[in-house]
Structure formats: C-alpha cells, structure tokens
C-alpha cells in the first residue's frame, strides 16, 4: 500500500502510464502559486481537465484552504473516480493528500513532489494533514498516495532556503541509516535522491501505522514542531527542515548528557551548523515553546516524547523531563 517513490527525467510518461492505469474519471493537478509558474510547465504534456492553485506556504496548510478545496471539487461535481494530482512542496501534498482522504470518503491522488523535502520526506508514507490554531498537523490521516513520482529537475528553481529545508530531513535519514553526514549540501540527482527517500520508505514499510520503528522518523520533530510553531506564532517564516536541523542537534544533546552517548550530537555539532543559521529564539520563549511540545501528536498525558537517535542510527522514544528540556533550549540560545 506505500508505493516507493520514482524519481526519473522521463515523468511525463510515467505520471501518464499512472494515470492510465488509474483511470480516472477526471484529473485534477493542484499546486501552489510558486509549483504553477515553475513547475507546472513539465507536466504540459499531461492532459489535465482541471487545474487548482493553493496559496503557497505554511501559513495556508489551513483547515480554509481545505475547506475551500474540498468545496472546488463539490462545484465540479466530482465524483469518487477523480485523481488529483498534488504538484509541489510538503505544504501542497500534505494539504492535497488530506482532501484526498476525506472527499466521498476518499478518493485517489498522486504526489509529485517538488520541493527537496517533498521528494525525500513530505510525499512519502501517506501521513497527510493541515496545521490549526498555531498546532502542526493537528488535522489529519494516514492515507497513501496512488503513486509518487519526481524528477530532480524541479529543484532548479527552488529557492536556496527551501533546499537547505529539505536537506535537514536528509540528515536525518543519514543518521538513522548509520550513514555519514557531508558538511555541506552535495549536488544532486536522481539517484541520490532515491536514495535519501527510500531510507524513509524502508522504515515506513516496516511499520505503516507508526506503532514502533517510524517513530523513530519523528527525531529533531518535538523540538523542531515546537520551534516552527512558535515562529508561526510570532508571525516569521521558518521552513519546516530549519526547525528540524535545530530540533536534532537539540535532541542530540539531550542524548549526550542524559544517556551519556554523543554519538549523534558528534555528527551533528559541526554539519548543523555548517549548513543552518542559528534560530533566533530567546530564554523568555521557552514557556510557549514547551507549552507547543505538550501539543505534540506522541505525547500521553502531560509528557514530552521526544525520539532520541543513539549509537549507529539505533533510535528509541523516551519521556524527557520538562528541566532537561529547558536545559537543552538554554544550551542551544547560548551555543
Ligand atoms: N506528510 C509527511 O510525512 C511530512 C513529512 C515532513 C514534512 N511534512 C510537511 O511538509 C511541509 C514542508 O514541506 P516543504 O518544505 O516542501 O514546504 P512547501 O510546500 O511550503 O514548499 C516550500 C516553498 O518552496 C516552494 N516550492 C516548492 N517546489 C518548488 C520548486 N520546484 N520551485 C520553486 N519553488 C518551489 C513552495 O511554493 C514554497 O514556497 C510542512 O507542512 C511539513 O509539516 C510532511
């Protein structure tokens, strides 16, 4: 049921062999401002019947926007053997995906990811959802993608701040797979960016329902949902991976000085860096930021779960203590 993703410089006849076996009755290609003008001119060659554009960002991944696509595809009075086709970054899938479950219960899409993180994380293991009230995904599903196909190609016009987003989620998965972590971004293809994605769709295959080993995908993500939510709470941009970046060096840390392994924090304490500028958060923030943490999906009761990556990729979810975790926010502030 989680399909591999393709990624290929031949996705026109993919994504049209996709459609062909799907048979839909009608397609519709959503995407955002930003995927309309540079994306959407790859796919010229796919006969689209509809074509709906999201306003491109976080700030969008609404229950609004949702609404207002769900009431789009009411208006054209489409029915459940409609495909959409989600055309863009993490935002757009996550967003195209949630529809996707619930419109008549649920009908088909596919992804084509076209941000770095879409390609190696956002599209891939069908979890789909919007933010709401400053909280991430507190609205969503599991529901898999019909098909996931990409083409390194997109990311020539991506922005340089989005790349270095996606290349958070990269490290990662480099973590988690034992791998060695580059201190700088690498160019890139297609092949390597199969690589970095099948390293999720490996742990995803092997526990689709998040009961045990895809927890493990959720490191850097307590502390990094928890920085992003405060950044959309003050009114500032922060792409998801910044956070994450932030969120695994500052999880690392608590590894090392709780559970005396540094393995983590060594990989991480200069490629973090390297590649990151520091967040600007200060010692007054922490309250709110621990206050987003309780929000987070893993926690039971009042708890903060975090998933901590130990010696050779091994991770594990624990219950870290609320002092612990405002020793590790001070430590970053003042790093
Ligand atoms: N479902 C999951 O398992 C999962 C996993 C990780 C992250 N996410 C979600 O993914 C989202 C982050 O994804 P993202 O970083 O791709 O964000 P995004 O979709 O907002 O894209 C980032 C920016 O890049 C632009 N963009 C995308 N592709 C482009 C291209 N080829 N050329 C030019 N501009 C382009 C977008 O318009 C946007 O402005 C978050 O909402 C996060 O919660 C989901």
């Known amino acids: 049921m989680h399909s591999r993703a393709v990624f290929s410089n031949q996705i026109v006849p993919l994504l049209g062999r996709a459609i062909q076996i799907a048979n839909p009755s009608k397609i519709v290609v959503v995407t955002d401002d930003n995927t309309s003008k540079h994306c959407l001119p790859l796919l010229k060659e796919i006969p689209f019947d509809l074509h709906y554009e999201l306003k491109s960002g976080e700030a969008n991944k609404t229950v609004g926007a949702y609404l207002e696509l769900v009431e ?68 969503g599903s599991i529901y898999p993608p019909f098909a996931i196909l990409s083409n390194a190609a997109f990311l020539k016009t991506l922005p340089v701040i989005e790349l270095q987003s996606g290349w958070a989620e990269v490290v990662k998965h480099l973590l988690l797979a034992n791998q060695t972590i580059p201190t700088q971004i690498p160019d890139m293809d297609n092949d390597s960016i199969a690589h970095w994605s099948s390293i999720k769709h490996k742990i995803v295959l092997s526990d689709p329902y998040e009961k045990n080993k895809r927890l493990a995908l959720n490191a850097g993500h307590t502390v990094g949902h928890a920085l992003e939510s405060i950044m959309i709470h003050n009114n500032h941009h922060l792409p998801h991976g910044h956070a994450v970046a932030a969120g695994l060096l500052i999880e690392s840390n608590i590894t090392k000085d709780e559970y005396n392994d540094a393995w983590a924090y060594d990989q991480l304490v200069d490629a973090v860096p390297a590649v990151f500028s520091k967040i600007q958060i200060k010692a007054a923030d922490i309250p709110t930021i621990l206050q987003f943490m309780s929000h987070d999906k893993k926690n039971q009761h009042n708890d903060i779960k975090c998933a901590l990556i130990k010696a050779k990729g091994e991770a594990w979810v624990t219950t870290v203590n609320l002092d612990v975790m405002e020793n590790a926010l001070l430590k970053y502030i003042n790093s």
């Open 72 to 139: 789009y595809l009411m208006q054209h009075k489409l029915d459940r053997n409609t495909l959409l086709i989600a055309l863009g970054g993490g935002m757009v899938t996550d967003l195209v995906g949630y529809a996707a479950s619930t419109y008549k219960r649920g009908i088909r899409y596919i992804n084509v990811p076209t941000s770095l993180l879409g390609m190696v994380d956002a599209s891939i293991g069908g979890k789909t959802g919007v933010d709401h009230q400053s909280i991430k995904n507190i609205i």
